[in-house]
């Protein structure tokens, strides 16, 4: 069973910036697309940002784009969300998710990822 873990949430001011990292067991993390996902008390887990097996693809929500990147490291297990001018609406649980299976292609929707991290809280304040 493949494990994530997140790391590197916190509180931040608006116009901060947090760099979360989620470190993945097994020997498969290349042949995955991986992404981020959040979510805010009362609502509904959303797409953040996802990327390609080589890290060459990106796909982002509309709103972090030009704000937030997603990078990924396939020779430490690990995918990275880079997030820069934080806005109090970016406070949620940040969860790190792996497709749910092999594939090139990109995906965004929840169902179609099958592994999931614990969370990391990030809390932006204005």
């Known amino acids: 069973q493949v494990q994530l873990v997140e790391s590197g949430g916190g509180a931040v001011q608006a116009g901060g910036s947090l760099r979360l990292s989620c470190a993945s067991s097994g020997r498969t993390f290349s042949s995955y697309v991986m992404g981020w996902f959040r979510q805010a008390p009362g609502k509904e887990r959303e797409f953040v940002a996802g990327i390609s097996l080589s890290g060459r693809n990106t796909d982002y929500a509309d709103s972090v784009k030009g704000r937030f990147t997603i990078s990924r490291d396939n020779n430490k297990n690990s995918v990275y969300l880079q997030m820069n001018s934080l806005k109090p609406e970016d406070t949620a649980v940040y969860y790190c998710?792996?497709?749910?299976?092999?594939?090139?292609?990109?995906?965004?929707?929840?169902?179609?990822?099958?592994?999931w991290g614990q969370g990391t809280q990030v809390t932006v304040s204005s």
């Open positions: 998710a792996r497709a749910r299976r092999p594939s090139t292609t990109l995906v965004r929707r929840a169902s179609d990822f099958g592994n």
